[in-house]
């Protein structure tokens, strides 16, 4: 069979990214497992989110996603206690850039302005990457999602906490009355599964933790313009047509924090007390340390 021209090829790679919203890491030698960097092992962390670049273009900008990040309480790490136990982890995404350090770390805000709480105390947080290397330019998004134990027991990934962390954001971004990012935007979101882990074995996993094999691809879209920025775009993406089969996304608890939305009238109250709280839970660490 003769070999596909180059062009033929790019073809094919951008109808797979217009009807899947990304391009398949394992097609070019990636895969949806993390790497430890300097280290020979292949265990890694289940990448189980990707962020459609069927999502509007704003979503695809690294302000946008940041955006987006916060309107379901997910915010780079932003504290004075810092940590460093779970350490950097790499991504390859199959797309000719190998493997690349994570961007950054993104840790649940518990409706603040900083992760203090999250990393004291544990919760959600996620790793993440964009697919932009030269053999598959998707603009997409990955994330490495978990729920980690506090940081007394060594940050720790808890029991089904692959999972856990997936659902719990799919549970915030796809509320029926849409997210508000801190910068004042509203967005609003699709989620569908892609089995893109089934052949994960539990030995694969750090921590030795069992999965269900599943990948939330989310499609996001800006229903309001934000206060930080009156220049958006906030279009469609030329790559294709949102997903129509929304996921509610219920967690196997429905009654945790992060399953509440940030478009609630009662935010800025929540907000306040939380902050109150936080700097006296805070203030009490740093003493006792």
């Known amino acids: 069979m ?3 021209s180059p062009a033929m090829a790019s073809l094919i790679t951008r109808q797979s990214n217009s009807a899947t919203g990304y391009a398949d ?4 030698g990636g895969r949806f497992l993390t790497y430890f960097p300097n280290s020979a092992s292949t265990v890694g962390e289940p990448i189980n989110i990707v962020i459609s670049n ?3 273009r704003f979503v695809l900008t690294s302000k946008g996603f940041l955006e987006w990040a ?5 915010i780079p790490n932003a504290c004075v206690v810092r940590d460093n136990l779970g350490g950097s982890q790499q991504a390859d995404l199959g797309d000719g850039n190998g493997r690349k350090n994570q961007t950054d770390v993104l840790r649940h805000s518990y409706f603040t302005d900083n992760t203090c709480k999250e990393t004291i105390q544990g919760g959600n947080h996620a790793r993440y990457w964009r697919q932009n290397g030269t053999s598959a330019d998707s603009r997409a998004w990955f994330l490495a999602a978990s729920v980690e134990m506090p940081l007394a027991q060594g940050h720790k990934v ?3 906490g692959y999972d856990l962390g997936r659902d719990w954001i799919i549970g915030n971004a796809t509320m029926s009355n849409g997210t508000l990012s801190t910068g004042g935007y509203v967005f609003q979101a699709t989620s569908t599964n892609a089995a893109m882990l089934q052949s994960a074995s539990q030995s694969d996993i750090n921590h030795d933790i069992a999965i269900d094999g599943n990948v939330a691809v989310i499609t996001v879209r800006v229903v309001s313009n934000g206060t930080s ?3 958006a ?9 949102g997903n129509t089969n929304g996921n509610s996304g219920s967690d196997s608890t429905g009654t945790s924090a992060a399953r509440r939305s940030t478009a609630d009238p009662a935010l800025p109250a929540l907000m306040a007390v939380g902050a109150i709280f936080l700097g006296t839970t ?3 660490c740093l003493t006792v340390a």
């Open 158 to 160: 808890v029991s089904d």
């Open 229 to 231: 920025s009156s220049t």
């Open 2 to 4: 003769a070999a596909l």
């Open 70 to 74: 916060s309107s379901v309480q997910l």
């Open 282 to 284: 805070v203030l009490a």
């Open 233 to 241: 775009d906030t279009s469609s993406s030329s790559s294709g047509a």
């Open 54 to 56: 069927a999502s509007d």
């Open 25 to 28: 890491p394992t097609q070019g």
